[in-house]
């Protein structure tokens, strides 16, 4: 048995992140032809995007001075000059935000800009204080909670339910808790909250924001918004709300979800002593980050394919999926106790099944017995709460799959649900 340091002990032991990152990776190798995987946040496989990104790919590779800017160099620890000029001047043009270079800087992907923000903002302090990040709506993204080096950094906050129909409800952010929790706790060192939301594909409103804004401003700390299904790509987003950014906003995007997961390429905006510090660490950390998301889809929005690929074939096909995904589920859950939260935006559903009598981590194993991977609400939430049973009812699932496996596997959990609630 090694002995591996403190971190060494806690990034290393078992996760939701590692056990969900593992069932992908072997549910993605498997040959097994019943495989239902809805369990993972992969973008889908969206041919007519594909296609643009192929060609774009050939045409670099053809050409030996971008192949060589894509593959032969380090590029600074901010990441490439080139691509954060493209950003600052989309953002700028769609959104007026006033940026300038040095309010942009890249990672290998949104994860590691949040284990890098999170660790930059909370964890321990000078003063020996322990500073924390406060979660304003749980459930949150599974990949947030394992990534503090000290523990305990996160702190979260239950949601106020509005149940907007017999199969939907939504999820709003208790804002009299969430200001007592600033106003008690001394320690919170920011404020974070993903938009659309992963897990439950809820999208805070533009008023949601603004009250969070204002009071991130109030107690002088940071607000940092997980746009990564957000505008300006891949808009994921089926309602009608705005971005927004100054000074005191930490905004991460990310190509991930625009299709390109394997280029590993993150965004961070926000002011220039943050963008400074997130850049020092890809230098400790990285050198500098990849360089082949940056170049790829650098031409392909200067010369505006990425809007169209975004607002024509990307945002058109998840809408009409997180369609179709809920009616699908309304009708094979007809008679359970079961609701839905309401799609606003990314690519899930959040199924809620009122007063479960097993765990719904249970229910994963059963349902992972019969080749169908969800992820159990469990996993969403960093405070366990035993007085709150909502926490153990809910399953997260993608519909990033086929109409025909997406309907499978929902038959099947509707098969073990009912069982379940027989039992
Ligand atoms: C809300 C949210 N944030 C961040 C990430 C990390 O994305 P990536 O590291 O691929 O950019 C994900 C991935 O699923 C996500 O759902």
Redesign the pocket.
């Known amino acids: 048995m090694k002995k591996f340091s403190r971190f060494g002990q806690k990034f290393t032991q078992q996760s939701g992140i590692l056990q969900l990152m593992a069932d992908l990776g072997q549910a993605n190798q498997s040959e097994n032809p019943n495989i239902c995987m809805l369990g993972g946040?992969n973008p889908a496989s969206i041919p007519a995007a594909e296609a643009i990104y192929q060609k774009e790919m050939h045409t670099m590779l053809e050409n030996p001075e971008s192949f060589n800017q894509m593959l032969g160099f380090y590029d600074g620890p901010q990441g490439s000059d080139k691509f954060i000029d493209i950003l600052v001047n989309l953002l700028n043009q769609r959104y007026d935000w006033g940026l300038t270079r040095k309010n942009i800087c890249l990672t290998n992907?949104?994860?590691s800009s949040f284990f890098n923000l999170f660790n930059l903002l909370a964890g321990e302090m000078d003063d020996g204080s322990h500073k924390q990040v406060l979660l304003p709506l749980a459930p949150e993204?599974i990949?947030y909670f394992d990534q503090g080096i000290s523990e305990n950094m996160f702190v979260a906050q239950r949601p106020i339910i509005e149940h907007i129909s017999d199969f939907v409800f939504k999820y709003h952010i208790d804002f009299d808790a969430l200001e007592q929790q600033l106003d008690n706790n001394p320690d919170i060192a920011a404020i974070c909250a993903?938009r659309p939301t992963?897990p439950t594909g809820n999208v805070l409103t533009d008023e949601e924001m603004a009250r969070l804004d204002t009071l991130a401003q109030k107690k002088n700390i940071p607000l940092i918004i997980?746009n990564?299904y957000g505008f300006p790509f891949p808009g994921a987003i089926y309602m009608d709300v705005n971005p927004h950014w100054h000074d005191n906003i930490v905004l991460t995007m990310?190509l991930?979800k625009m299709g390109l997961?394997g280029a590993r390429t993150?965004i961070v905006i926000a002011n220039e002593e943050i963008i400074a510090a997130m850049s020092a660490i890809n230098a400790v950390t990285a050198l500098a980050p990849n360089s082949i998301g940056a170049c790829l889809v650098s031409r392909l929005i200067e010369s505006g394919e990425a809007m169209h690929l975004r607002e024509n074939i990307i945002r058109p096909f998840y809408k009409e999926k997180s369609q179709s995904a809920a009616k699908l589920a309304e009708r094979i859950f007809t008679g359970l106790p079961v609701k839905i939260h309401k799609p606003e935006g990314a690519f899930f559903l959040w199924i809620w099944c009122q007063k479960l009598p097993i765990s719904t981590t249970e229910l994963y194993q059963r349902l992972t017995a019969r080749d169908v991977y969800v992820i159990p609400s469990e996993n969403f939430f960093p405070n366990k709460e035993d007085d709150w049973k909502h926490q153990t009812e809910c399953l997260r699932i993608t519909y990033t799959q086929s109409e025909t496996v997406l309907e499978r596997g929902l038959n099947i959990i509707s098969e073990e649900l009912r069982k379940a609630y027989s039992e």
């Open positions: 946040g992907g949104s994860q993204y990949g993903s992963n997980d990564a990310s991930s997961p993150g």
